[in-house]
């Protein structure tokens, strides 16, 4: 739409003009009707800009945080795909530079694959350095261990594993009670909120010294025990833990 047009008042009238001051007045009051008119109009007009800019502003706002969003959004897929090629394939371990979480790299005194699970700058080589690296097994995963020690018959976590950083584990048990031991494996997988667990191959000196179970809390997949007794039982969990690609 555009700008209304304000027509320009006649001549006002003027004492120093007594012989045309009533025909000026009588012009100028006459026009001031549409002028006003005029006006209104036009403060109409300028009060619907308004509301556009303010809505053309508000979309400027909206476009700009999407915008950001998406910068964001393309960093993070950026970092996350100079992660996942460097977790193709190991890279020669350099003393001293910075790693982040997930990181693979070789160790030069064993040859052997190393992922990185907590981000480090350290001189320790990966092959001795079990804090900072994980051992990369076949079939994808590390072979680490947990281990735990109860003394009560309720179901305990015995071992944890972050979701984010594991899809899958396959597990090794051996339950040690005395002079009573029991071995068996799990299967372990999950989606992201419930796990699911399959347990094969167990065998025991004398009676099995424990029940398994697993879930998912506080952002782990947790291993549970239920134990036959509330005497000393150690628990070790040897694992091959399985990342997601």
Not at 15 to 32: K, T
Not at 145 to 154: C, G, H, Y
Not at 213 to 236: C, H, K, P, Y
Request: glycine content about 8%.
């Amino acid at each position: 739409m555009a700008y209304p047009p304000i027509t320009t008042l006649p001549t006002p009238p003027s004492r120093q003009d007594p012989a045309n001051f009533a025909i000026d007045a009588d012009a100028f009051l006459g026009a001031l009707p549409t002028f006003q008119s005029q006006v209104n109009a036009a403060g109409t007009y300028i009060d619907g800009v308004g509301a556009a800019v303010d809505v053309d502003a508000a979309a400027a706002a909206s476009s700009a945080l999407a915008a950001s969003t998406s910068a964001t959004n393309a960093a993070n897929s950026a970092t996350a795909a100079a992660n996942s090629a460097a977790s193709a394939g190991g890279v020669l371990w350099v003393s001293g530079t910075s790693y982040a979480v997930g990181f693979v790299v070789y160790s030069p005194i064993t040859f052997q694959n190393y992922r990185c699970i907590i981000a480090t700058s350290g001189t320790t080589d990966p092959s001795l350095d079990e804090t900072n690296w994980v051992a990369l097994g076949g079939g994808g995963g590390g072979l680490t261990e947990q281990t735990a020690t109860l003394t009560t018959t309720s179901q305990t976590a015995i071992a944890t594993y972050g979701i984010t950083d594991y899809l899958a584990m396959e597990l090794t048990v051996v339950a040690s009670r005395s002079t009573d031991r029991t071995i068996t494996k799990l299967l372990i997988v999950h989606n992201g909120t419930t796990a699911s667990a399959t347990q094969y191959g167990e065998v025991n000196t004398s009676t099995a010294l424990a029940a398994y179970d697993v879930d998912i809390s506080g952002g782990n997949v947790r291993l549970l025990a239920t134990s036959s007794s509330a005497t000393s039982t150690d628990f070790t969990v040897k694992e091959n833990l399985f990342a997601p690609l």
